[in-house]
């Protein structure tokens, strides 16, 4: 019997899929030193247990699961609100403006699920096949998830009261 070897985890772990865990973890940590320790500790435990992925194709939202599940464990470990960590942005210098601000205001009063799969959508780029996959579901649930979470942060920016709709996201 032949078995399929493992791919070499620096072939997995393209420039794209390292840009988009980075993102990912500053999103989700309360400074950057946080998500520099975050993605350092999740990418070595990606490594470390690189044989228990059994779909290469879907390495990077496995390797977001991992990166979820051990940002939720760091936070009750240290009793932070998710709330507020998940809003931590770096800026690199440059300043935000009114809309980018309430817009961030808006996605803090969203539910933890849905900051969360407005992020990984959005700001991550995963496909609804991703997203499905990392969440255990079917793409077409994730697209109905992913509709909801966009109306909430639609209502939740209304509520704030901005003269700028929230775009329409496809």
């Known amino acids: 019997m032949q078995t399929n070897p493992q791919p070499d985890f620096e072939q997995l772990l393209s420039e794209e899929v390292y840009q988009a865990a980075w993102g990912f973890c500053c999103r989700l940590s309360r400074s950057r030193e946080d998500a520099q320790d975050l993605l350092q500790e999740g990418l070595l435990r990606a490594w470390r247990s690189l ?6 194709c879907l390495f990077k939202p496995w390797l977001f699961t991992l990166l979820r ?20 942005r770096q800026s690199a210098g ?15 009063r969203l539910p933890q699920a849905q900051r969360e799969l407005l992020s990984l959508a959005y700001l991550d780029g995963l496909s ?3 997203l499905g ?19 909430a942060l639609r209502r939740s920016y209304a509520r704030l ?9 496809n």
């Open 128 to 130: 609804l096949e991703e």
């Open 51 to 56: 044989s228990q992925l059994r779909e290469p």
């Open 94 to 108: 440059l300043e935000r403006d009114q809309f980018s601000q309430r817009l961030a205001e808006a996605m803090g």
């Open 69 to 88: 599940r051990l940002h939720l464990s760091r936070s009750r470990r240290a009793q932070l609100p998710l709330a507020e960590s998940w809003l931590f």
């Open 161 to 169: 009261g901005g003269p700028e709709p929230v775009p329409e996201v």
């Open 133 to 151: 996959a990392l969440l255990r579901i079917s793409p077409q649930s994730a697209s109905q998830r992913l509709y909801r979470a966009r109306e």
